[in-house]
């Protein structure tokens, strides 16, 4: 079994937009993202450039749908 790649925050709100999420609210650092079908997520933006944790990642796309490989690719 493979590890699991980490992402940055930027990445993954990307990711998340070309998959149809928008971004429909910010709060402090999180953005939080809903798909026309009522998914969502919120998306940690603390620091520009630092890695999603992979916990996070894994509960991020469990919340949309996706697998994580998916997400990150």
Do not use: C, N
């Given at each position: 079994?493979?590890?699991?790649?980490t992402?940055?925050?930027?990445?993954?709100?990307?990711?998340l937009?070309?998959?149809?999420?928008?971004?429909?609210?910010?709060?402090?650092?999180?953005?939080?993202?809903?798909?026309?079908?009522?998914?969502?997520?919120?998306?940690?933006?603390h620091?520009?450039?630092?890695?999603?944790?992979?916990?996070?990642?894994?509960?991020?796309?469990?919340?949309?749908?996706?697998?994580?490989?998916?997400?990150?690719?």
């Amino acid at each position: 079994m493979t590890r699991l790649a980490t992402t940055t925050a930027a990445r993954l709100r990307k990711a998340l937009e070309r998959r149809g999420f928008l971004p429909v609210r910010r709060k402090g650092s999180h953005v939080f993202m809903r798909h026309p079908d009522g998914r969502g997520a919120v998306v940690p933006e603390h620091r520009p450039g630092a890695d999603v944790g992979r916990g996070l990642l894994v509960r991020i796309a469990r919340d949309v749908g996706l697998s994580p490989e998916e997400l990150t690719a």
